[in-house]
C-alpha cells in the first residue's frame, strides 16, 4: 500500500538536543568568543543574539585518512584541452587542486574557523556564567516583608473569589446523584408530557378521555413530586463548597539596590563616557538577568549631581565642572531616604576620570570611609584614562587625584573596596569579570 | 518532433497538492513498474519543512537517530549556510529502508515534486533493493526499529552514566566508524560449549596417544636460541588465532576485546559498528547510486512527456534542474571538486542505453555481449544488480564516454618535480584511464588499509595496528594521532601504530601511544 504522509505538523527542532550537546562541547571557545565579540559591539546591540566564530580545532571528527599529498598516486580528471601523453605540468603550490582522487570528507580537515548564530539568551547565559554579586544574604531576615503566596491544597470555607470550581461541583454533582435529585431534563420532560395529553384531551372520544385523564393525572403526581424533591435538594449545598487556600510564605528573597554612580564632566571625553556607559549597561544587564529584584539606583554628576532614570543615564549628554562629592552625598541621601541598611543589600559602582575639584578629595574620602562603606556589601571605582594618558598614569606619581584619594581606602577595607582602571572597551569585559567573579574573596586578597 | 497525445495533464502551473501529487505518483508508477519493470520497496513518501529537512540533514539522514554533537555541529553549520543562501537544500532524501521513505520538500513545485518520486522513491529505491551490496550488507527491514533501539539505549546510558562517559565512546567509535566494517566475511564465532568440546578431544586424543617410551629417548641437540625463537612464534602464532587476528575491523576487534570496557560502552560501539556497516554499501556505489535514480528520472519524466501528461513548462522546468544536477565542471573550473557522481553516473547509463540501442563499431569491438542487444533496461538493471562503482566503471566505461568528458590521467610521483600526464583519451589511453578511474572509486583503495596485528598479553598489554602503506601513501599525521588516541582510550593500554611498507613487508616506522598521551584534548 501506498502513502503520501504529511509531516509537515510533526515538531522541528528534532535536531535540538545535538545543538545542545554541541553547546557543551564547544563551551570553553564558546566563551572565549564571546568575550571576544563584546570588545567590539556596541552598547545597544550587546542585549541581542550574536554570531560568533569559534575555532574549528576541537571540534575536528578525526579518522584514519589518506595524506592529501605524497607517495604515488594516479588521478583522472576530466575537461582534457590540450594535454598529450608525457606532458609535464608544474605541481599546483597549496592547497588539493586537482586532486581528484581524494575525496575531501565533508567536514573538511582544513576546516579552521566554525561559524554560527547564538540564540539571545544563549549568548547572555555564557556572558553572564560565573558572575555574582559579592555577599548577598548578609543581610538578617528579622525584617522581612516580603511573603509570597503558595497554594496550600484545599478548604472547605473561605472567600467566594477562591472557590474551587471543580473540586465543589464534583461534590454537588456526587451529592445529587446520591440523594437521587431530578435533573432539569426530566422534570422538563414530564412537562412536555403533560401537555401533550392535555391538548390530546379536546380532541379524544369518551373512553379514552377517562384513560387519558388518569395517566394526566399520574404524570402530575410525578412532576410534583420531582419538582419537590428538586427544591428540597439544593444545586449546590454549602457542604459541597470547597476553596483554594493560600498561604503565605515569608520570602528570604533579599532585596539588593545597586548604586550606579557617573562622572559626566567636561573633562570626560566623549570616548571615555562612552566607555563608562559600556561598563554600566554590562552592569545593568547583568543585574537584570540574574536578579529578579534588585533596585538600581543611576546618579550622575557634574559639579553638581542629581538621580535620574535610565534613559537619561544612558542616553543624555550634560556636561560641566567637577565635584565628585557631590554624587556620593546624592547617594547617601537616597540611601537614607529609601534603603535602609538593615533592610537592603547595597551595592554601588561609580565610574570617573579621576578628575577632581581640588578641595574635594579629602572630603570624598571621608564620605565614603564614614558613611557609605559601611554601609555597602561592595563598592567598584572604575577610573577610565585616555589611552594615551595610560602610560603616564600607570607611575605612581601619574595618580588622579580621585585614585590617591581613593587608594588608601582599598588597603583598609579591601574586602568591600576595589578599585580598576579601564582605557580601552576591550578592558571592559575582563574588569567586569574580575569585579564580580564568583569567588572573589579569595581573588581579591 | 511528433505530435503527443492529448492526455489530460496531470498537473498545471506550480502549485501542488495532494491529489495532484497522488495523481503524478501514480503516472509515475504505472511508467516504472509497467514499463521499465523497476522492482521496488513499497514507498511511504513525506512531505516535510525545509526545517524539518535541515533537521533531517544533521543526523545523517535518517529519520531517528541517536543525539550527539556532532550532529549538532553540522545542523549549526547547515542552519548557517542555508540562511545566508551559500547553500540550498536537497530536495529529498531517500532512506534504504522497507518501506522505502522518501522526504520531499514542501517548497518544492509539482514539477520538481514529480522529479524527486521518479528519482527517490523509483530509481533509488529499486537500486536499493536489487544491488548485491545492500542485499548482502543491509536489512531494510529492520533498520529503522534497530535505530529506535539505538536511540533509546544511548538516550538511557545518558541518563544512566552522563553525557560525557558516553560522547567519550561515541566520539571515539566515530573516529573509527570507517574502520568498523566486515570487508569479508569471518567465520562463525565458535561458542563456549563447542569450545570446551574441542579441548576434550583433545586432551583425549592425548591420553590414548601416551607412549611413555618417548620419555626416556634423549633430548636432542637443540641451539637455545632457536628453541626460544620457537617458542615465541608458537606464542605469537596462539595469540593470533585466540584473537582472530589480523583484524581489520577495528570496532569490533575493541568491542569484543579491549579489557576495560563495561557492557554499555561495548554496545555503544556496536551501534556504531551496525551503523557504519549499513552505509558501507552506500560509500561503494555512489556513482551507480546516483546514475540510476538520474538515468530513472530522467526517462520517466520524459515518458511523461511524451504521453502528453505533463505540459512543456513542465518538461522545461525540469529541463533546467536535471542539467544542473549533472552538470560536470572541467578541472580547471573553479568550481570544479572532483568527479560528480550523478554527472558520471547518469552519463554512463545514458551510454549504456546507446550502446544497446544504437552502437558504433568501436562499441561493438568493447562491449560485444551488449552493443546492439536492443534491451536497453534490462541491460541497466543487470548492471544496477551485480556491481559496485569500481567494478561497474572497469566494465561499461566507453571510449566514446572518455572523449566526451575529455577523461586523462595525471601521474603524481612524489619523488618528481612534476606532474605527468600519463594518459588520455585515445586508443593508447583508454584503458589506463579506464582503471584509474575505476581504481579512484573503489574503497579499499581510497581508505586507509589498516589491521590489528597482535596484543602483547604478557607484558604491558601494548596493541599493535599495522597501517599497510601502498605506493608510499602515509596517513594524515595528525587525524592519525588524534585518532589513535581514541583507540587508546577505549583500549585502555598502550598502542602502536606501525606503518608497513606493502611491497617488503618492512615496518618503515613506528608511532607508539602510551596512557598517559590519552588524556583528553
Not at chain 1, 177 to 188: A, C, N, Q
Not at chain 2, 341 to 369: N, S
Request: charged residues 30%; proline residues 4%.
Amino acid at each position: 500500500m501506498f502513502h503520501i504522509i504529511d509531516r509537515r505538523k510533526n515538531p522541528k527542532g528534532k535536531s535540538l538536543g545535538n545543538r545542545q550537546r554541541f553547546m557543551r562541547r564547544a563551551k570553553a571557545q564558546i566563551k572565549k568568543a564571546v568575550e571576544e565579540s563584546i570588545k567590539t559591539r556596541g552598547i545597544t546591540d550587546i542585549d541581542n543574539g550574536d554570531q560568533i566564530t569559534i575555532p574549528g580545532k576541537t571540534l575536528r571528527e578525526p579518522g584514519f585518512h589518506h595524506a592529501g599529498r605524497g607517495g604515488d598516486r594516479n588521478y583522472v580528471l576530466p575537461g582534457n584541452k590540450k594535454f598529450v601523453p608525457g606532458d609535464r605540468i608544474a605541481r599546483p603550490q597549496g592547497g588539493d587542486a586537482g586532486a581528484g582522487g581524494s575525496q575531501a570528507s565533508p567536514d573538511g580537515d582544513g576546516e579552521d574557523q566554525f561559524q554560527f548564530v547564538l540564540t539571545r539568551d544563549e549568548f547572555l547565559d555564557i556572558f553572564f556564567e560565573d558572575l555574582e554579586l559579592p555577599d548577598l544574604l548578609k543581610k538578617s531576615l528579622k525584617q522581612t516583608t516580603a511573603f509570597r503566596t503558595a497554594r496550600a491544597g484545599y478548604s472547605s470555607d473561605g472567600s467566594p473569589a477562591n472557590l474551587n470550581l471543580v473540586r465543589t461541583m464534583r461534590n454537588s454533582l456526587a451529592r445529587r446523584i446520591g440523594l437521587r435529585r431530578p435533573k432539569s431534563s426530566e422534570i422538563r420532560e414530564l412537562e412536555e408530557k403533560i401537555a401533550r395529553l392535555m391538548q390530546d384531551d379536546e380532541t379524544l372520544p369518551g373512553a379514552d378521555k377517562q384513560a387519558n385523564a388518569e395517566a394526566l393525572r399520574v404524570l402530575q403526581a410525578e412532576l410534583d413530586e420531582a419538582k419537590r424533591r428538586s427544591r428540597a435538594i439544593a444545586f449546590i449545598d454549602p457542604i459541597d463548597t470547597r476553596y483554594n487556600q493560600f498561604r503565605q510564605i515569608p520570602d528570604p528573597n533579599t532585596q539588593a539596590v545597586m548604586f550606579c554612580l557617573m562622572d559626566v564632566s567636561g573633562s570626560m571625553s566623549e570616548q571615555m563616557k562612552e566607555l563608562a556607559k559600556r561598563f554600566f549597561m554590562l552592569l545593568h544587564m547583568f543585574l537584570h538577568r540574574r536578579y529578579e529584584h534588585v533596585d538600581v539606583v543611576f546618579i550622575r554628576h557634574t559639579s553638581r549631581a542629581s538621580e535620574v532614570d535610565e534613559e537619561t543615564f544612558f542616553y543624555s549628554r550634560e556636561t560641566g565642572g567637577t565635584i565628585v562629592s557631590t554624587a556620593l552625598e546624592e547617594m547617601k541621601r537616597v540611601l537614607k531616604d529609601r534603603y535602609p541598611t538593615d533592610q537592603w543589600n547595597i551595592y554601588a559602582a561609580q565610574a570617573s576620570d579621576g578628575d577632581n575639584y581640588s578641595n574635594d578629595g579629602a572630603k570624598c574620602t571621608a564620605l565614603l570611609a564614614e558613611d557609605l562603606l559601611p554601609k555597602c556589601q561592595y563598592y567598584a571605582y572604575i577610573e577610565i584614562t585616555d589611552e594615551r594618558e595610560a602610560e603616564i598614569f600607570s607611575s605612581a606619581e601619574g595618580e588622579t587625584a580621585l585614585w590617591k584619594a581613593y587608594a588608601p581606602l582599598a588597603h583598609t577595607r579591601n574586602a568591600r573596596f576595589a578599585l580598576k582602571r579601564v582605557t580601552k572597551a576591550a578592558d571592559i569585559f575582563p574588569v567586569f569579570r574580575e569585579l564580580f567573579a564568583k569567588n572573589k574573596s579569595e581573588a581579591r586578597t | 518532433m511528433s505530435k503527443r497525445p492529448d492526455n489530460k495533464l496531470l498537473f498545471d502551473g506550480a502549485d501542488w497538492d495532494f491529489n495532484s501529487l497522488k495523481a503524478t505518483y501514480d503516472a509515475i508508477e504505472d511508467i516504472a513498474i509497467n514499463e521499465m519493470h523497476l522492482d521496488v520497496y513499497t514507498n511511504q513518501i513525506e512531505v516535510i519543512t525545509s526545517e524539518q529537512m535541515l533537521d533531517a540533514y544533521s543526523s545523517i539522514g535518517m529519520p531517528l537517530m541517536y543525539h550527539h554533537w556532532s550532529f549538532g555541529k553540522r545542523f549549526v553549520r547547515d542552519d548557517v549556510m542555508y540562511r545566508k543562501g551559500y547553500q540550498g537544500l536537497a530536495y529529498e532524501i531517500v532512506i534504504n529502508s522497507n518501506p522505502c521513505i522518501s522526504y520531499v520538500m514542501e517548497e518544492n513545485t509539482i514539477g520538481m515534486q514529480a522529479l524527486v518520486m521518479a528519482h527517490a522513491a523509483f530509481g533509488h529505491n529499486h537500486f536499493f533493493k536489487n544491488n548485491y551490496l545492500f542485499k548482502q550488507w543491509t536489512d531494510a527491514d529492520g533498520i529503522l526499529d534497530y535505530l529506535q533501539f539505538a536511540k533509546r539505549y544511548i538516550a538511557k546510558c545518558e541518563d544512566r552514566f552522563g553525557f560525557d562517559a558516553v560522547e567519550r565512546i561515541l566520539d571515539a567509535a566515530h573516529a573509527l566508524m570507517d574502520h568498523g566494517v566486515n570487508r569479508y566475511s569471518h567465520p562463525e564465532k565458535p561458542n563456549l560449549a563447542a569450545e570446551l568440546e574441542r579441548e576434550r578431544e583433545r586432551a583425549k586424543y592425548e591420553d590414548e596417544t601416551y607412549n611413555d617410551l618417548w620419555r626416556t629417548l634423549p633430548q636432542a641437540e637443540e641451539d637455545t636460541e632457536t628453541q626460544d625463537e620457537q617458542h615465541r612464534r608458537l606464542r605469537r602464532e596462539q595469540r593470533r588465532a585466540q584473537f582472530g587476528l589480523p583484524e581489520e575491523n577495528l570496532l569490533y576487534f575493541l568491542e569484543k576485546n579491549a579489557p576495560g570496557l563495561q557492557s554499555w560502552e561495548r554496545e555503544l560501539l556496536r551501534i556504531v559498528r551496525n551503523i557504519g556497516q549499513y552505509f558501507y554499501p552506500q560509500k561503494q556505489t555512489k556513482v551507480m547510486n546516483e546514475g540510476c535514480a538520474c538515468y530513472v528520472h530522467y526517462h520517466i519524466m520524459n515518458r511523461l512527456y511524451d504521453k502528453g501528461q505533463i505540459s512543456e513548462g513542465a518538461i522545461m522546468e525540469f529541463i533546467d534542474s536535471h542539467s544542473k544536477v549533472v552538470f560536470q565542471p572541467e578541472f580547471d573550473d573553479p568550481r570544479y571538486s572532483g568527479f560528480n557522481p550523478y554527472a558520471l553516473g547518469f552519463a554512463m547509463m545514458q551510454d549504456i542505453h546507446r550502446i544497446c540501442v544504437d552502437p558504433t563499431d568501436e562499441d561493438k569491438k568493447w562491449f560485444p555481449d551488449i552493443a546492439g542487444n536492443n534491451a536497453p533496461i534490462p541491460t541497466l538493471c543487470d548492471a544496477w544488480a551485480q556491481y559496485r562503482d569500481e567494478s561497474f566503471i572497469l566494465q561499461f566505461l566507453s571510449p566514446k564516454l572518455m572523449r566526451d568528458m575529455k577523461m586523462f590521467m595525471i601521474n603524481d610521483h612524489a619523488s618528481a618535480p612534476h606532474l605527468e600526464v600519463g594518459a588520455i583519451h585515445d586508443d593508447n589511453g583508454y584503458r589506463n584511464v579506464r582503471r584509474a578511474l575505476a581504481r579512484m572509486h573503489d574503497l579499499s583503495v581510497r581508505e586507509p588499509d589498516l589491521q590489528v596485528v597482535d596484543v602483547d598479553l604478557r607484558g604491558n598489554r601494548q596493541l599493535y595496528i599495522a597501517h599497510t602503506q601502498h605506493d608510499g601513501i602515509r596517513l594524515d599525521k595528525s587525524e592519525a594521532e588524534l585518532t589513535l588516541g581514541y583507540i587508546g582510550q577505549l583500549w585502555g593500554y598502550g598502542v602502536t601504530l606501525q606503518a608497513v611498507d606493502n611491497d617488503s613487508g618492512e615496518i618503515l616506522h613506528e608511532t607508539h601511544y602510551t596512557p598517559d598521551d590519552f588524556a583528553p584534548v
